[in-house]
């Protein structure tokens, strides 16, 4: 059976997500609007840009939850070209059950989870905003 796929506008994808003043909550508010599961059997044409594909719709669920993160937003917004790319400094994961994150967790925990995979401090993440001061 084809797969579950995950898409987005094609058209200046990282504009689209980042744009009028960006900030964490705003990139993250846009992945909700703008991101879409399209069922399996389903087609879509150059309008569309395919981000994850899979036969598991759990995996599915665990990249959207990836996206809401502030990781993911913060490095969204660290992306160097500011119209056009996107995925470019945004590291992959594994979705399935076999995981070195557990997808299963709320969003504080995943974030939690990726920070310390990429030995990402407390003060930076102070810099970056996605902690309090």
Not at 71 to 80: D, G, N
Request: net charge neutral; charged share 25%.
């Amino acid at each position: 059976m084809p797969p579950f796929k995950i898409v987005m506008a094609s058209a200046y994808p990282k504009k689209t997500l980042a744009s009028s003043g960006s900030s964490i909550d705003k990139v993250r508010l846009r992945v909700k609007e703008l991101f879409e599961i399209m069922p399996q059997n389903s087609a879509f044409g150059r309008s569309r840009l395919a981000l994850f594909m899979s036969d598991n719709k759990n995996e599915c669920d665990n990249f959207m939850k990836y996206t809401q993160t502030k990781f993911f937003a913060v490095l969204t917004l660290q992306e160097p070209n500011k119209s056009s790319s996107f995925g470019y400094v945004i590291p992959d994961q594994d979705f399935s059950n076999n995981s070195d994150i557990d997808w299963s967790k709320d969003l504080t925990e995943i974030d939690r989870q990726l920070f310390q995979k990429y030995n990402v401090t407390e003060e930076e993440q102070k810099f970056l905003g996605v902690v309090p001061h």
